[in-house]
């Protein structure tokens, strides 16, 4: 077999999409990431808004400042968790887009695989030829035979064989 057809033929084709599901990966390492920070962001903001407390502040003015930053609070809260369900979303489409880019790449990774099974069939084919071959001719050398020309295709020699056609003369 030549060297060229011995290379899988679409071995870039395999690296491209190894590098596809690299990249998807740390893609999808990035967005969870980002969803488990906007998840804390979302829990400090919760905390800080529990802290806050409706204890008697003296006048209504404080009072009403204290009524306006819970409600603020909240406000940022819920945005936050806002954030958290965009995040979310996000981390699950990376998700998928890994699992697809995994399996295409796994896809090429099992026609290489029976290529280099292929490969290794031909090569122990071609190594058991060598070695039936050079049997045969020991073979054939302990029993006084030179070689393949000399058997027929039984095994017996020219020498014991009636080649003129049944002749004695």
Known sequence: MSRSSRRFRL?????????QRDIAAAAAGA?????????????????EA????????GDANTFAAVVAARSASS???SEALAVVEEAEAAS?????EWAHAQGRAKGLD???????????????????AVLD?????????????????ALDGSGATAEGLDLDGGSDA
């Open 133 to 149: 071959e050079a049997a045969g001719r020991a073979r054939g050398r302990t029993a006084g035979i030179e070689g393949p020309a």
């Open 92 to 96: 699950r489409a990376a998700q998928a």
């Open 110 to 128: 099992r026609l290489a695989e029976r290529h280099r099974a292929a490969l290794v069939t031909a090569d122990l084919k071609a190594d058991q």
């Open 31 to 47: 967005a969870a990431s980002r969803a488990v920070a906007a998840r804390g962001a979302a829990e400090s903001l919760l905390e």
């Open 75 to 77: 406000s940022r809260y």
């Open 11 to 19: 071995e870039q084709v395999l690296r491209v999409r190894h590098l």
């Open 50 to 57: 529990a802290t806050q407390s409706f204890a008697d502040h």
